[in-house]
């Protein structure tokens, strides 16, 4: 009678060892690719730090025919568009968040989870196809200024782009607040408001900054909507109705036949800035999961 039980023990010792091992090799070979694809770029824009001029690509100007190949109009496109697409996205996300956990009828509350889980497998040229025939044409006839290809119309496409993401990162964080504490507010007969404001968001701010940032690298690393909307112009913007061109626009955008030219070379550059960008987004949620669970 007991050797069924110690049988079916020792499968399921096999299969979890199994199931350790394929996930270690899993792990292994994420961090193998990780550093391959960042050497890659490393090898091939080595020409840039061996003749010193990193930090001319970095800071100049985009001027093929005077023999520039700055990618500094790329790098301001980039933060700008981003930045503001972010900046949009927050307040529009946390409201939705709060609306589905706090303050809005269950039904109502159910529906827009639903429909947002629904939006974050939307592709990305779809957002791009709608910016460009319903979005762009709004902003040139309001504002009167070029054709309504510029960094507004791409930060409020990619705002509309990010904001899933960010709003199932919160609601997640709202709800992970103690049951125990909102029932306290509850029974003292606190709104929903003061329920939001005073013991949700202390609570779980830590996965709203990890929303927000993982929306910023979601906005930095888009293709797609940056390359139909923005317009695609190499001058540095000076205002967020003039167009402008983002580092992954760029990639796809320029097609180099020699190998050894600058300009093929900045593309690794943009890689690179892009790599580090991510490292440094992929650290601050890890940071910021840790004080999480420190917090707890």
Same mark, same amino acid.
């Given at each position: 009678?007991? &050797?069924?039980?110690?049988?079916?023990?020792?499968?399921?010792?096999?299969?979890?060892?199994?199931?350790?091992?394929?996930?270690? !090799?899993?792990?292994? /070979?994420?961090? !193998?690719?990780?550093?391959?694809?960042?050497?890659?770029? &490393?090898?091939?824009?080595?020409?840039?730090?061996?003749? @010193?001029?990193?930090?001319?690509?970095?800071?100049?100007?985009?001027?093929?025919?005077? %023999?520039?190949? @700055? $990618?500094?109009?790329?790098?301001?496109?980039?933060?700008?568009?981003?930045?503001?697409?972010?900046?949009?996205?927050?307040?529009? /996300?946390?409201?939705?968040?709060?609306?589905?956990?706090?303050?809005?009828?269950?039904?109502?509350? %159910?529906?827009?989870?639903?429909?947002?889980?629904?939006?974050?497998?939307?592709?990305?040229? $779809?957002?791009?196809?709608?910016?460009?025939?319903?979005?762009?044409?709004?902003?040139? #006839?309001?504002?009167?200024?070029?054709?309504?290809?510029?960094?507004?119309?791409?930060?409020?496409?990619?705002? !509309?782009?990010? /904001?899933?993401?960010?709003?199932?990162?919160?609601?997640?964080?709202?709800?992970?607040?103690?049951?125990?504490?909102?029932?306290?507010?509850? =029974?003292?007969?606190?709104?929903?408001?003061?329920?939001?404001?005073?013991?949700?968001?202390?609570?779980?701010?830590?996965?709203? *900054? +990890?929303?927000?940032?993982?929306?910023?690298?979601?906005?930095? @690393?888009?293709?797609?909507? =940056?390359?139909?909307?923005?317009?695609?112009?190499?001058?540095?913007?000076? /205002?967020?109705?003039?167009?402008?061109?983002?580092? +992954?626009?760029? *990639?796809?955008? $320029?097609?180099?036949?020699?190998? #050894?030219?600058? #300009?093929?070379?900045?593309?690794?550059?943009?890689? *690179? !800035?892009?790599?580090?960008?991510? &490292?440094? +987004?992929?650290?601050?949620?890890?940071?910021?999961?840790?004080?999480?669970?420190? =917090?707890?």
């Amino acid at each position: 009678m007991c &050797a069924i039980p110690l049988m079916v023990t020792g499968r399921m010792r096999r299969l979890d060892h199994v199931a350790e091992l394929g996930f270690r !090799v899993a792990a292994f /070979s994420s961090a !193998v690719a990780t550093v391959g694809i960042f050497g890659f770029m &490393a090898v091939l824009g080595y020409p840039l730090l061996t003749d @010193g001029r990193l930090v001319e690509v970095l800071t100049s100007p985009w001027l093929p025919d005077q %023999g520039a190949f @700055g $990618i500094f109009p790329m790098l301001a496109g980039t933060v700008l568009i981003a930045s503001l697409a972010v900046l949009l996205a927050f307040p529009l /996300s946390l409201g939705c968040a709060s609306f589905v956990v706090v303050t809005g009828p269950r039904p109502l509350a %159910g529906l827009l989870r639903k429909t947002v889980s629904v939006m974050t497998g939307v592709p990305t040229v $779809i957002y791009g196809f709608v910016g460009v025939f319903l979005l762009v044409p709004v902003i040139r #006839e309001t504002f009167h200024h070029g054709s309504g290809m510029c960094i507004l119309s791409a930060a409020l496409c990619l705002a !509309v782009l990010v /904001s899933p993401t960010m709003i199932l990162f919160f609601v997640d964080s709202f709800e992970r607040v103690p049951l125990s504490q909102i029932n306290a507010v509850d =029974a003292l007969g606190g709104t929903p408001v003061q329920k939001l404001l005073y013991v949700i968001l202390p609570q779980a701010w830590p996965g709203v *900054i +990890t929303g927000l940032v993982l929306g910023l690298g979601r906005a930095v @690393g888009d293709t797609l909507i =940056a390359l139909m909307i923005a317009g695609n112009s190499v001058a540095i913007p000076h /205002s967020m109705l003039d167009s402008a061109r983002t580092l +992954t626009a760029h *990639i796809a955008l $320029i097609i180099a036949a020699d190998f #050894e030219s600058l #300009e093929f070379r900045t593309l690794f550059a943009c890689g *690179i !800035v892009l790599y580090a960008f991510t &490292a440094l +987004t992929v650290l601050l949620v890890r940071t910021v999961g840790t004080a999480r669970k420190g =917090a707890r």
